[in-house]
């Protein structure tokens, strides 16, 4: 009974320190683990089954609006990340550099990509001539690396997988629909597929991309009330098409610059699902996105009920098969230390296989996230799973989205915004009147960020002070701490 | 007329300059470009949509034989490069180098991975423990980088995206196994979906994988008659299993090495498709890894006939979404220029609906490796292309197939052997004494090298003396010039 228990037992409780519980359930159900190179992990196969989920249904939903998917190279020289000023000074203190290759020193430097904006750019100008071969709406899925000196597995990592999308358009506004048209994206999925509800908007200068005109995101809430950043879409204006001469000629016979945009999403998803679902007893994945969506544990005590139990177990496997994402544990461990084993890996629903249900000719379904259970004649299993699995998905979602609105506070005094930062922590919403020494000073005495300006403001404009300064407030701006 | 036949015209005969030929279709088909950093390609929409297609059929014959997939890092610690002898040997002048990052030097470079045995086998010395962990099979899809001076688009770049597959067992017998059995994984994926027939075998000590105790590989013959490498599997013994310390506890209670297994294949598949199907025209793609399988050219004289082709055109779209890869050209090029255009990208399937099939309600199909033409009403359409494509799969293979016999050569005598290969090049079939020194003074003198020890042999064993040395023949052997 012991080793049963154990892998419960070995977890700390989120509400005693969640970044350990975190930690624990990342190693602990083999998602990833720290590798060698300081600042870098790798991700193990239960792990990058859930990138490939997030990858299938995110490149469905980017290709369903015109997205071609390409490659561009690993390495970028120094000129080309020198080309724009504020990028250059915003990813400096990030880039790996190699200097030697092939048994030489390199005459100028490459730089390990942190993103891919500068050799992208230096494509387009050579690939676009007329508005005719506008707009160009391309992604790649890659690795990039930002070198950071502390690290948390998915959320913070120096190199890290992500999608990078790049475009570009006859005009700025045509920019702007296609970077408000991919956050749109993001936000589906997220809500969607991954059943986390976010919120959305604008971020503030401060905040904003190294070389963007206005930078867009979605930011969700994780269950100890930090945020985090979950996909952002940037408005580029004519800030790279001016560095690397991205220019077209337009209908009207004249030499125009186009305008660019850029928008990413990464591993830290995966951060994010399992601090927006996870309980104590481990991970719960959404059943759009879990590698396994259902876990067969068979049960007997005597050896004269195994067969008849392995039979039945090995029918629902060949009946399932392609229908749901199914795993089968024949493993010798004992039941009680399946059934925890699969809690913490997050399976989103067991399946008991016992001498009864034989008898019975059914098979006794367990939900991951409410631990409901029922009963369900074999030949049900077929039609009622999926439905079952859209249920719990559904319940992910509700659930999540209660959280957030209960965390998510308002306030007009900033002494109320100290409390709630550190003692409940979730999103705090202010009138603010977009300052950014404000902005800075709040972030050094809290610790909390503006996350975004969020799309939904009070109809007919704000009325009244900003919390901080007290100056004419301009927007109802979202505080939060956040990873 | 000039505009429409630019595609033809521009395009080098293969038999003037074969690699004239090859450069000019990637580039006008826009399969890649150069990239500005030396040696690194980009890759461009329709060449990486190939690579999708490569990657998705590949992959999922990959996981019906248990392999699960992962992630491991870019960069990888100089002394676990230097850890196995005979691998730093081969990969040291390859190897491109980090030796800055985050503003500081690093105490220890990491290479920029050209393969990742070493990190893989740091980690699976801390999963395995008992033989009740094995085996392990592992892939990645990836990026790796040797540094090269010459490059050729797709066949030979400083960076390539590839699969890496790493394997963990209890024993050498079983790693053989596992070895053998991705052999048999690529010459299924090159013949039945890339159209592609191979010869396969074990190759020299002299081309085998740097730590490797056996390496096996499929080989395809290119239309100028030079081979290509199209994939690998390398028994690795335990070599990599001492070096990295990967141990479990075995049934009968001793401590054992491991066997590990490593097995890739690139985006150089890219570059043999393109050179065993393609023709004066430009290229043919085969159908089950073509981006577009059909595209429809809809044509009309007179302003009149062009609402109605439109329409029917809308209607077959519709119809065969989701059915066939389809690609409708409704730009404001010329039919011809687009019947030219969509040959040299290689489409299997031109739809030609003018205003004559409209009348007829049906369309002209016509293919391209034999251009052969049919009409098919609409309503037969989706019935007859499934098939039709299936029929060009087929032809594309059986051409292949013919130019690989006709192309495949025996001698006993090192003059004529210097003559093929100098004259009409192919697979050249020898018998063979397995001498290292003999391989490379012939390699010196002819370019060619030992491809592979093929698993078809003589039955009953080789009788007779060798080509070269004249000493007892031990095996057949064959060679040829090779990318």
């Not at 005719?132 to 391309?138: A, F, G, N, S, Y």
């Not at 590698?291 to 195994?306: C, G, H, T």
């Not at 002070?465 to 109802?476: H, L, M, R, V």
């Amino acid at each position: 009974m012991v080793d049963e228990e154990r892998f419960v037992e070995d977890i700390t409780d989120q509400d005693d320190n969640f970044s350990q519980w975190y930690n624990q359930v990342v190693r602990k159900a083999e998602l990833a683990d720290y590798a060698p190179v300081r600042g870098c992990m790798i991700i193990r196969p239960y792990g990058y089954a859930i990138w490939e989920n997030i990858q299938r249904l995110m490149d469905a939903r980017f290709k369903e609006t015109g997205v071609l998917n390409a490659y561009f190279p690993l390495l970028i020289p120094r000129s080309f990340i020198e080309k724009e000023a504020e990028h250059i000074e915003g990813f400096a203190p990030e880039l790996a550099w190699v200097t030697r290759g092939g048994g030489e020193e390199l005459e100028e430097p490459l730089a390990i990509r942190p993103t891919s904006e500068t050799i992208v750019g230096h494509s387009f100008s050579k690939w676009i001539q007329s508005y005719r071969d506008l707009p160009i709406v391309i992604n790649q899925w890659n690795n990039v690396m930002r070198w950071e000196k502390r690290t948390i597995l998915f959320l913070r990592t120096s190199e890290f997988l992500w999608q990078e999308g790049h475009t570009a358009h006859r005009s700025i506004e045509d920019a702007e629909e296609r970077t408000r048209m991919m956050l749109e994206v993001y936000r589906a999925f997220a809500e969607e597929d991954a059943a986390m509800p976010v919120i959305w908007g604008r971020k503030s200068e401060n905040e904003k991309f190294a070389g963007a005109l206005r930078t867009y995101a979605i930011e969700a809430l994780m269950r100890d009330g930090k945020a985090l950043q979950a996909g952002t879409s940037h408005n580029l204006g004519t800030n790279f098409a001016k560095s690397f001469d991205i220019q077209y000629l337009d209908a009207d016979g004249q030499r125009k610059y186009c305008a660019t945009t850029s928008w990413g999403a990464s591993t830290r998803l995966i951060g994010g699902i399992i601090m927006v679902h996870g309980d104590n007893a481990g991970l719960i994945l959404p059943p759009r996105l879990a590698p396994y969506q259902v876990v067969i544990v068979p049960i007997w005590r005597k050896d004269a009920e195994k067969a008849a139990v392995i039979e039945m177990v090995e029918r629902i496997e060949k009946m399932l098969k392609g229908k749901v994402r199914l795993k089968v544990d024949l493993s010798e461990n004992t039941p009680g230390w399946k059934f925890n084993e699969w809690e913490l890996r997050g399976v989103p629903v067991r399946m008991e296989i016992g001498p009864r249900d034989v008898q019975n000719n059914s098979a006794m379904l367990v939900r991951r996230d409410n631990r409901a259970k029922e009963s369900v004649t074999i030949g049900a299993l077929e039609a009622r799973l999926p439905v079952l699995l859209e249920e719990v998905q559904q319940a992910l979602l509700q659930r999540a989205k209660a959280f957030q609105e209960q965390n998510t506070h308002y306030t007009e005094s900033y002494e109320e915004f100290k409390q709630i930062i550190s003692e409940k922590r979730g999103f705090v919403r202010v009138k603010w009147a977009e300052e950014s020494v404000a902005e800075l000073a709040i972030k050094e005495e809290t610790k909390a960020t503006l996350r975004v300006i969020p799309f939904d403001q009070p109809e007919g404009g704000v009325q009244g002070k900003c919390f901080y300064t007290g100056k004419p407030a301009t927007c109802e701006a979202i505080f939060a701490r956040a990873y």
